[in-house]
Structures are given as C-alpha cells and as structure tokens.
C-alpha cells in the first residue's frame, strides 16, 4: 500500500497575530484485488488404490480450496495432502464423498505442497473424480 501524506491549514477564522496551524493526514491508496489461480485435474480413475494428483507449490496462497466432484456412482474418499518438501507428505483433511456429488476440501495446516489424493471406499469399485484447485493471493 503507497501512502501519501497530504497537509492542509486548518479550516477557522483567520487570525492575524497567528500562522495558521496545519494538519496532516496519510491517504492511503486502495489495496489492489487479489490474485486468483485455478488448476484442473480431470477425469482421475478411483479405484480401491489411492491415486495422487501432482503436488502444487501453495507457498504465495493466503487461502486455497480443492473442489472434488465425483462424477461416478460409487462414494469415494478424498485427502489433502501437505508436504514441506514435495517428497514426504502428511495427511491433512478427509472426506467421504457420495457418488454423483461436489464436495469442497480446505487445508486446516500449512507447508508448501499440498496435493490430492483418492480412492473408492469400495476395494473392488471403481469411480471418476475431477479435482479443481482454486486459490487467491494478496497483490
């Protein structure tokens, strides 16, 4: 945020003795709107195996939320993922999704990675899950 200062005499009747005092104020000019970033991952194949979508770097997010939409008939079951490092992850938040519905996944911790992963809650079945990353930055 740039800040200005702006000074001003003092508004009253003029005396003659006297300068007039002035007051000052800082004008700060508008925060500028946030940045916005989306990443898609479609059509991933859950099975009874966890499938993992690639890691994103959330370093530069002030807030971020995986959308999950199951698009098949089986309920699955979806997981943040956060790692410091992109190799060693730790799970952070888990949903049951039912088959056929949106479900919205938000981090409850930080590290720099986070990433998504998914499978049916049925071993032998078998589901499609599209994953929507949707994040905002301050500018």
């Given amino acids: 945020m740039g800040k ?3 000074c001003r005499p003092k508004r009253g009747k003029p005396r003659l003795r ?3 005092p002035k007051t000052c104020r800082i004008r700060r000019s508008p925060a500028p709107p946030p940045f916005f970033t989306q990443k898609q991952v479609l059509s991933i194949e859950a099975n009874g195996s966890m499938q993992y ?4 770097d959330v370093s ?5 939320t ?18 410091p490092d992109s190799v060693n992850y730790a ?4 949903e049951i999704i039912p088959g056929g519905t949106t479900f919205a996944l938000v981090p409850m911790r930080f590290l720099r990675f986070a990433r998504i992963s998914v499978r049916t809650v049925d071993p032998t079945a078998k ?5 929507y990353f949707q994040a905002q930055a301050a500018g």
């Fill in 18 to 20: 006297k300068r007039k």
């Fill in 127 to 131: 589901s499609h899950v599209d994953v």
């Fill in 53 to 56: 979508s690639q890691p994103i």
């Fill in 91 to 94: 799970k952070d938040a888990e």
């Fill in 60 to 64: 530069r997010q002030s807030l971020y």
């Fill in 66 to 83: 995986f959308g999950i939409v199951n698009k098949g008939d089986k309920a699955v079951v979806a997981q943040v993922e956060i790692s």
């Fill in 4 to 6: 200005r200062t702006v």
